[in-house]
Nanobody
Framework: QPQLVESGGGLVQPGGSLRLSCAAS????????IGWFRQAPGKEREGVSC????????DYGDSVKGRFTISMDNAKKTVYLQMNSLKPEDTGNYYC????????????????RGQGTQVTVSS
């Protein structure tokens, strides 16, 4: 059964770091575009970052540029999201999905999405 499973969330103080993982199974993964989204209560879904499985191109949302880094390990079929200098406004449920474009402003989940992992940034 094709699926994406996220891990790595938790509670962290402002200025701290977390690394999220999105592990794929049950499908080839190699040429899929993968995106990270986040959603906080009462807020709209936000595209955080995405990476192309075809050519490795990357995009970040404006609110995370310079702080977050996305990467892909094809051998492990895993996409990572390294999050540094975390702020309270980064709090939310983060989930990964196969997406229809490598553009955080326009991408949408397309096909598979995980259940998400909670990130809470608070002192």
């Amino acid at each position: 059964q094709p699926q994406l499973v996220e891990s790595g969330g938790g509670l962290v103080q402002p200025g701290g770091s977390l690394r999220l993982s999105c592990a794929a199974s049950g499908f080839t993964f190699d040429y899929d575009d993968i995106g990270w989204f986040r959603q906080a209560p009462g807020k709209e879904r936000e595209g955080v970052s995405c990476i192309s499985g075809l050519d490795g191109s990357i995009d970040y949302g404006d609110s995370v540029k310079g702080r977050f880094t996305i990467s892909m390990d094809n051998a492990k079929k895993t996409v990572y999201l390294q999050m540094n200098s975390l702020k309270p406004e980064d709090t939310g449920n983060y989930y990964c999905a196969t997406v229809d474009s490598v553009d955080t402003a326009t991408m949408n989940p397309f096909g598979l999405r995980g259940q998400g992992t909670q990130v809470t940034v608070s002192s």
